[in-house]
């Protein structure tokens, strides 16, 4: 399924299409993230000083792009 990476309550969410949420992303979920000229990237959700992702291809973590698509 495809929704919008969001903040809800300090934790991040998703919101799908059709209005339900996905109910909270935890430590270690794994979902990929559409990024421009790349595609769909496989990250893991993790928890440092705040909420990061981290590039599975890469092994880079990043802070969340709230707003940006994913995928589950």
Do not use: Q
Request: glycine share 12%; aromatic share 12%.
């Amino acid at each position: 399924m495809i929704g919008i990476l969001i903040k809800l309550n300090d934790r991040p969410d998703i919101i799908f299409e059709n209005g339900t949420f996905y109910g909270g992303l935890h430590c270690g979920e794994c979902l990929s993230i559409f990024e421009k000229n790349i595609g769909w990237v496989p990250v893991r959700l993790e928890f440092t000083d705040d909420w990061v992702l981290v590039d599975g291809n890469r092994a880079k973590t990043f802070p969340i792009p709230y707003g940006d698509h994913v995928k589950v």
